[in-house]
């Protein structure tokens, strides 16, 4: 705590950041329960219940396993499964985690063909088409890409990729990280030709971090026959000789008693209105931090309105501001938690999540606090950002 903040924050945090997010009661209600054992039946339902809506909210009917374990489980699972060592793949640059999940698939003998792009603007689809039309001898074995960069608050269009690959007649699976996306943004697996998807518990699911999985089409289960890279744990081929046709040890019970209850609140509200949702109160942060931006303040990080995220914003600080410095007013004087900046946008850039179990009163909470700490910290910006989102919850 610094040494201007009050000793003891009253009240409830508010919790702004792009993940994990906030926990609606009833999905912490859930998860409080006594254990029970995963082979009884009364779990038994509640765990295939949780596997078919999670393959509702994908849109998928092909196959899915399931990991105890944070996202980067699922890529681990995804990247073993599919491809054996010396492999290509081309992975789309969008920024810190798509350099990640580029590091991991180094660190498995595979080889990276990056496309690059302008984390600011994001990647031009004619260059992935360029790449896989230079692939003549088809060595491209997948397609990678973050479906919702959460480190910069930039999508990609995937409908556009799909139709690149297509275009281009190249064979490579096609494998989307929709950590940051999934009931956040539209997201359609099966009708957009997916053939793994990598999935987290803790953002748009707005349940505990700790659950992990990918959705994966017939190709992908094809390739998974021919990969060889190692696993075990992961290894869905073992999955589907057990009794739940996923996880090869103890499963986290209660996980799946909060999980069901997320689903259920997800599919009460309807899909199409949760993704709605998530628009409005991103055109609402979004004309806030345009104000903002006046008199050299803070200001939009992507600078591609086309591609804009609905489920994080990225804000980029003035020069000579430090983006920590403001987190830590905000955190510590004002109880507000935002997401820093990561790899190289760190001290540059906060992030301010607006994904999951939300509304406009917790979104103006979370931007008066923003407001407060740029004030305070004397940051310069533009005045009335705060007005700007209120006028537009308002109209
Ligand atoms: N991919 C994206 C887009 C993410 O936002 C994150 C985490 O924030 C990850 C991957 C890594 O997931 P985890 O932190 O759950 O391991």
């Known amino acids: 705590m610094s040494a201007t903040s009050p000793k003891v924050l009253r009240g409830r945090q508010f919790f702004a950041n792009p993940g994990p997010t906030n926990i609606p009661d009833s999905v912490l209600r859930?998860?409080?329960?006594?254990?029970?054992?995963?082979?009884?039946?009364?779990?038994?339902?509640?765990?295939?219940?949780?596997?078919?809506?999670?393959?509702?909210?994908?849109?998928?009917?092909?196959?899915?396993?399931?990991?105890?374990?944070?996202?980067?489980?699922?890529?681990?699972?995804?990247?073993?499964?599919?491809?054996?060592?010396?492999?290509?793949?081309?992975?789309?640059?969008?920024?810190?985690?798509?350099?990640?999940?580029?590091?991991?698939?180094?660190?498995?003998?595979?080889?990276?063909?990056m496309v690059p792009a302008d984390w600011r603007h994001g990647v031009e689809i004619a260059a992935v088409k360029a790449a896989l039309v230079a692939d003549t001898k088809h060595a491209i074995r997948a397609v990678c890409v973050v479906h919702n960069e959460t480190a910069t608050g930039m999508f990609i269009p995937l409908p556009e990729l799909r139709a690149a690959i297509d275009a281009v007649r190249h064979p490579a699976l096609f494998l989307v990280d929709t950590i940051s996306s999934l009931a956040s943004l539209e997201f359609r697996m099966d009708d957009?030709?997916?053939?793994?998807?990598?999935?987290?518990?803790?953002?748009?699911?707005?349940?505990?971090?700790?659950?992990?999985?990918?959705?994966?089409?017939?190709?992908?289960?094809?390739?998974?026959?021919?990969?060889?890279?190692?696993?075990?744990?992961?290894?869905?081929?073992?999955?589907?000789?057990?009794?739940?046709?996923?996880?090869?040890?103890?499963?986290?019970?209660?996980?799946?008693?909060?999980?069901?209850?997320?689903?259920?609140?997800?599919?009460?509200?309807?899909?199409?209105?949760?993704?709605?949702r998530h628009h409005y109160l991103a055109e609402g942060v979004r004309r806030c931090v345009n104000v903002w931006a006046g008199n050299n303040g803070p200001q939009l990080f992507c600078t591609n309105p086309g591609r804009y995220s609905d489920s994080v914003?990225?804000?980029?600080?003035?020069?000579?501001?430090?983006?920590?410095?403001?987190?830590?007013?905000?955190?510590?004087?004002?109880?507000?938690?935002?997401?820093?900046?990561?790899?190289?946008?760190?001290g540059r850039v906060f992030r301010i999540g607006h994904m999951g179990d939300l509304n406009e009163a917790m979104v103006l909470g979370a931007l008066t606090a923003v407001e407060m700490s740029l004030r305070r910290n004397g940051v310069p910006h533009g005045k009335g950002g705060v007005e700007a989102a209120m006028a537009y919850f308002a109209s």
């Open 30 to 113: 859930a998860i409080d329960r006594p254990t029970i054992d995963f082979h009884d039946p009364d779990f038994v339902e509640v765990y295939d219940a949780t596997f078919a809506a999670l393959k509702r909210v994908l849109g998928t009917e092909h196959h899915l396993f399931m990991y105890s374990g944070s996202g980067h489980a699922a890529w681990e699972a995804t990247l073993t499964n599919l491809l054996s060592q010396g492999d290509t793949i081309l992975l789309i640059e969008s920024g810190h985690f798509s350099d990640e999940w580029g590091r991991m698939a180094a660190a498995h003998g595979l080889e990276v063909q």
């Open 192 to 276: 957009w030709k997916i053939d793994g998807v990598v999935g987290g518990s803790q953002k748009g699911l707005m349940c505990p971090t700790g659950m992990s999985f990918t959705g994966v089409s017939e190709r992908g289960m094809a390739a998974n026959k021919q990969a060889k890279l190692g696993r075990y744990y992961f290894d869905w081929t073992v999955m589907l000789k057990r009794p739940g046709k996923s996880f090869i040890g103890t499963v986290p019970v209660n996980a799946f008693y909060g999980m069901r209850e997320a689903l259920r609140l997800l599919e009460q509200e309807g899909m199409e209105n949760v993704i709605a």
């Open 313 to 346: 914003t990225a804000v980029l600080m003035p020069e000579g501001h430090d983006a920590e410095e403001l987190r830590r007013t905000a955190r510590y004087r004002y109880n507000v938690s935002l997401g820093g900046g990561l790899s190289r946008l760190h």
